[in-house]
């Protein structure tokens, strides 16, 4: 690996971690230092790194994820955060850290996936990868009443670990949920913190955005299994379609179709994806990493 050299699991290490944001800040435009003060970078969430001296110059950060399929516990790693500094390009370190990752985890999980770019479409089939469908379920609504839904201020550490229990608590209401409260708390201390709702009424804290009269549901954190009728209605009148961004326990009433998003792509290798294929699933937005 001429004079570069591995590293991995770092987060700890105060040097380290900042080159590496300072890496994703600048590849991608995202930050990571207010999730670890704030105590919810884990150990689901480990980077694989090559350094040039102290300096963070290729990562792919590893993820263990946790879903609830149906009932039934699944284990999958996500790959994540892929990125080389672009003077270090076109050395094949990327492709050694994934190498490395394979060879690593390819026995511990039912399966391996990422997101991928339309740039990289050719690059991940060269480790095993093939492209996979996802399913979006969406609905029109007719609401007549007022909004409802209060939003719900995340604004230090007692309120993220409130809402932290609250979800490890809540009514599983997806077929395909995410067991990574790390995770969660990713976006919701950085790009969702704006996006948490409380239902008095239904006592459900809600995940969501609303865009020219689309309401945008990521997630719904209850005590019992979720009405998404009157969770939708709790947005108010100006709400006249709700997409979600999981997997609802029942698709009745629901248009369903294969989703497709601007530059992303599921890609999958193992075999743990026959219930994922046949349930015409979707990963949940919140499980993006």
Known sequence: MDNYEFISDYKH???LRISFE??????????FEEWYQLGFWREAYIPYSIMDGRRIISNVSVNKMSFDCNGRKKIFLQLGTVMTDTEFRGKGLNRQLIERILADYKDTCEGIYLFANDSVLDYYPKFGFEKAAEYQYSKKVRNTGEKKAVPWPMTDKSSCAYLEERIRK???????????????????TYFMKNSVYYIEELK???IAEEEEGTLFLH???????????????AFGKDITK????????SSQG????ELKEEDTTLFIQGKGWEEF??????????SHA
């Open 13 to 15: 290490n105060k040097e």
């Open 22 to 31: 300072a890496l994703a800040q600048k590849t991608f435009g995202i930050r």
């Open 170 to 188: 809540s009514w599983k209401n997806s077929l395909f949920e995410m067991d990574n409260a790390g995770l969660y708390l990713f976006y919701l």
């Open 204 to 206: 459900t804290y809600v």
């Open 219 to 233: 997630q719904v954190i209850s005590e019992q299994e979720a009405e998404l009728d009157r969770i939708i209605a």
């Open 242 to 249: 709700a997409v979600l961004g999981f997997t609802p326990l």
């Open 254 to 257: 629901f248009d369903r179709e």
């Open 277 to 286: 294929r046949k349930g015409q699933l979707r990963f949940p937005v919140l």
